[in-house]
């Protein structure tokens, strides 16, 4: 089974940044799609943005200009690079992994991202 462990969130005011990173362990395959979704109070989980192992993106439009995605495949790690935080921005952020020709998703605990004042 691929374990997914993130890190980097946290507290921040508005206008600040911070960076997400997941390492991916256990996996079998190098292609693979890697990203972030995110999960506010109340609210139904949404894509931010995912990165294919051929440097493929595709980002939300409410992060477009602000937010990064960037990887490692050697290392099967993913980076979420957020600048110019909003309140709006807080949430449980989730790693996500998906092999290719697989339906299968895989899921990090999620990271707490605040922001506020």
């Known amino acids: 089974q691929v374990q997914l462990v993130e890190s980097g969130g946290g507290l921040v005011q508005p206008g600040g940044s911070l960076r997400l990173s997941c390492a991916a362990s256990?996996?079998?395959?190098?292609?693979?799609?890697m990203g972030w979704y995110r999960q506010a109070p109340g609210q139904e989980r949404e894509l931010v943005a995912v990165?294919?192992?051929?440097?493929?993106?595709k980002y939300a439009d409410f992060v477009k200009g602000r937010f990064t995605i960037s990887r490692d495949n050697a290392k099967n790690t993913v980076y979420l690079q957020m600048n110019s935080l909003k309140p709006e921005d807080t949430a449980v952020y989730y790693c996500?992994?998906?092999?290719?020709?697989?339906?299968?998703?895989?899921w990090g605990q999620g990271t707490q991202v605040t922001v506020s004042s």
């Open positions: 256990g996996s079998n395959f190098s292609i693979n799609v």
């Open positions: 990165i294919t192992s051929a440097g493929s993106t």
């Open positions: 996500y992994y998906k092999r290719q020709f697989s339906a299968k998703d895989y």
